[in-house]
């Protein structure tokens, strides 16, 4: 495979067909563009893997890579980290054999990367996220689709992304925007907008004591820990826990066993919810605590609201704009989580306020 042997400026074509392989690729050469056929048309396969934590590792600047597919990796399907200037393009990821434990944790998977593009992907049952930007800065993920992975598209302790025309469904999670301690990097500035996030209720079949396997199966779009996210213009209908689910790090659910690293803020705050088109959901929540909540609340046969929040806010700060909602009649749930749910609540004008709104991203060089 010539992408071990790739100098800088390679323009490396992949011809159509199936290629098998049994240990990962690797690609450290800066200026380098991997072109395929088509992500239905040139396939690298992994499913007789022996070798080898990826797919495709890279580790470089100024990297493209279109027009191919990965499928049935051990780990990872194609990982980028520590890149500048990259470009995934009508790449697809995907495990044939459907949901599954056993699958690679990350379809798509860029980490520490600045300046980066995602578009017109696909990624299909990976056990953790299918499509991951991780401590990124300049993001732009736009008119992919995720389907029947744990989380759909993750976006964690990453600054100024925009995650747009995007399609989530027959997911555990639609699309995450997630802080997470212990990881220098704190993400802020996410704008989630124009996607279609529907139907996201398969269950979740992360491996335990990973931060996606206490999402609810039934979550449209959630945001964890994390501040200044704007959410606007989506189409989001019936994801059964709830279509939008807004939680700190200390919801049962995701607390775990971990500590909080120093300085770690694990609260969401400022909050931008506006102009969405909600329909169905919140009939079936994916936790037991989720479920007594809404009975107790609404009835066996009643749903929660559009929207859910554990109800925790910093205790040294003000509790105001915590969560902006300007959404025709759509409501915020609050799970009184700091009360241990004694007094769970439709909160109406405490979140009657608007926020700032955030700069489009904007690609440039680095």
Known sequence: MQLETAKPGDVIQIPEGLFNFKRSLVMNSDNVTIIGQGMDKSVLSFAGQIAGAE???????DFTIQDLAI???IGDALKVNEGNNIVIRRVRTEWTRGPDVKNGAYGIYPVQTTNLLVE????????????????SDNVIVKNNRAEF???????ENTTNADVFDNLATQNTG??????????????????????????NNTENFAAEGTAVSGVPKGSGILINSNDR???FDNEIKDNQTANILISSYFSAN??????????????PEHIFIYDNQFEGGGKEPGRDYLVQLKNAAFGEAGEFPDIIWDGMTNPDKTASKVICLQNGDAKIFNLDLPNEFKNPRIDES???????KLSEVILGES
């Open 254 to 267: 995701f607390a775990g066993q971990r500590e909080l690293a120093d300085e770690f803020d694990p609260y």
């Open 120 to 135: 017109e992907s696909v990624a299909i049952a990976a056990s953790d996220a299918g499509i991951y930007v991780g401590q």
């Open 71 to 73: 499928e049935d990796t």
């Open 350 to 356: 405490s979140h009657d306020c608007e926020l700032s």
């Open 149 to 155: 992975n744990v989380a759909g598209i993750e976006i």
């Open 229 to 231: 996210v704007e959410v």
């Open 55 to 61: 797919g495709l590792s890279v580790n470089a600047n």
């Open 174 to 199: 639609g699309i995450l925007v997630f802080n997470m301690p212990q990881i220098p990097k704190e993400g802020h500035s996410s704008r989630v907008f124009r996607n279609t996030i529907v139907a």
